[in-house]
Nanobody
C-alpha cells in the first residue's frame, strides 16, 4: 500500500489549496478514504471522509470550506480547501479509513507521509 500526498504549501488567509493523494497497492475504488491533519503540538484531527460511492462527510471545523473528492479510475483522493484560516495550518494526511460502526475518523489503515499546509500572512 502506498499513499503519496502533495499540493501543500504556504497560502494567505482566505486563500485556497488543492491537496492530492496518489494511491496504489490496494483496491482504491472499494476503499473508504479520509483526510486528517495534525497541527503543531496538537493531536490528530479527522477532517473529511469519502465512501467508494462518493458520499462525503466533514468535520464541523471545515464543513462548507473544504470539499473531498476521488478519482477511482486514476486512483487519487483530493481535498479542495477554500477560505483557509490560520487554524487550518497543519500536516495533512490521507489514509484508508475502516469506518468502524459507520463512523469516519476512528480507525485508520495505511497512511501517507503528509503534506504541510501553512496559512499565514
Amino acid at each position: 500500500v502506498q499513499l503519496v500526498e502533495s499540493g501543500g504549501g504556504l497560502v494567505q488567509p482566505g486563500g485556497s489549496l488543492r491537496l492530492s493523494c496518489a494511491a496504489s497497492g490496494f483496491t482504491f475504488s472499494r476503499s473508504a478514504m479520509s483526510w486528517a491533519r495534525q497541527a503543531p503540538g496538537k493531536g490528530l484531527e479527522w477532517v473529511s471522509g469519502i465512501y467508494s460511492d462518493g458520499s462525503t462527510y466533514y468535520a464541523d471545523s471545515v464543513a462548507g470550506r473544504f470539499t473531498v473528492s476521488r478519482d477511482n479510475v486514476n486512483p487519487t483522493l483530493y481535498l479542495q480547501m477554500n477560505s483557509l484560516k490560520p487554524e487550518d495550518t497543519a500536516l495533512y494526511y490521507c489514509a484508508i479509513d475502516r469506518v468502524v460502526a459507520g463512523t469516519f475518523g476512528t480507525d485508520f489503515g495505511s497512511w501517507g507521509q503528509g503534506t504541510q499546509v501553512t496559512v499565514s500572512s
